[in-house]
């Protein structure tokens, strides 16, 4: 870009256009959300011209932004109409909480990490973005005094899905998290509540997340 600043709304366009919409996500909310949602804003400054590119970027402590359409898709899967109360599992720079924002009412967010967090909220309140509500802490155990949640999205691998998070659930609710038996390769699942003690599974694909650590997670 020879130092000079890149046009970030033509960007953003090309990706929603490329990355979201032209990979099969179709949720109009979820498309417009990622249109308003400035992602340069949530990345390294030093990384901010690759922020509308396809990948994953590190945030810092050994962690990353989720790519484009990862996110997307993890918000499409919640359906969301908008009046929901939503559990975000795994801040990291808020990206992904400040679009599920955009989308439902209001936004609990949980980070392990007390640099992360602060850095998330920061970027958060500098975006506008004060429905979410971040705290640090292991976000295997959900936000108790909070539940329950009409959606809950968790951006780790799990080693399984952590009971606690599914008796947050509201009846009808959706909970989107990968799930495998190794730390670098899961399936995303969302699960749904249909009554207080039945629960049903769908499955969509391959993906690679870090892992969840904590009480109900990875060690």
């Known amino acids: ?13 090309n990706m929603v256009r490329q990355q979201v919409a032209g990979r099969g996500i179709e949720d109009q909310q979820v498309l417009e959300a990622m249109q ?5 804003a949530f990345v390294p400054s030093h990384l901010a011209n690759e922020a509308y590119e396809d990948y994953p970027l590190p945030i810092g402590s050994g962690q990353t932004i989720s790519q484009p359409y990862i996110v997307a898709l993890m918000a499409q899967l919640m359906a ?18 400040a679009v599920l924002a955009t989308v439902a009412l209001e936004v609990f967010s949980i980070e392990r990490i007390p640099e992360l967090a602060e850095q998330a909220r920061d970027n958060l309140d500098r975006a506008g973005f004060s429905q979410v509500h971040v705290r640090c802490g ?11 949640f009409d959606a809950i999205c ?7 899905v952590p009971e606690t998070l599914k008796q947050q659930l509201s009846i009808g609710g959706r909970l989107v998290i990968p799930v495998g038996p190794e ?37």
């Open 154 to 160: 968790v951006a780790a691998g799990a080693p399984a």
């Open 80 to 97: 969301l109409k908008g009046r929901e109360r939503v559990l975000d599992i795994g801040t990291g720079s808020g990206y992904a909480a």
């Open 1 to 13: 870009m020879n130092g000079q600043v890149p046009e970030f709304s033509v960007l953003r366009q």
């Open 183 to 219: 730390h670098s390769v899961q399936r995303l699942v969302c699960i749904t509540r249909r009554s207080d003690a039945d629960f049903e599974r769908q499955d969509y694909g391959g993906v690679r997340f870090v892992p969840l650590l904590g009480e109900q997670g990875w060690s």
């Open 138 to 148: 292991d976000g295997t155990l959900g936000w108790p005094e909070a539940a329950p």
């Open 36 to 40: 308003r949602v400035p992602r340069d």
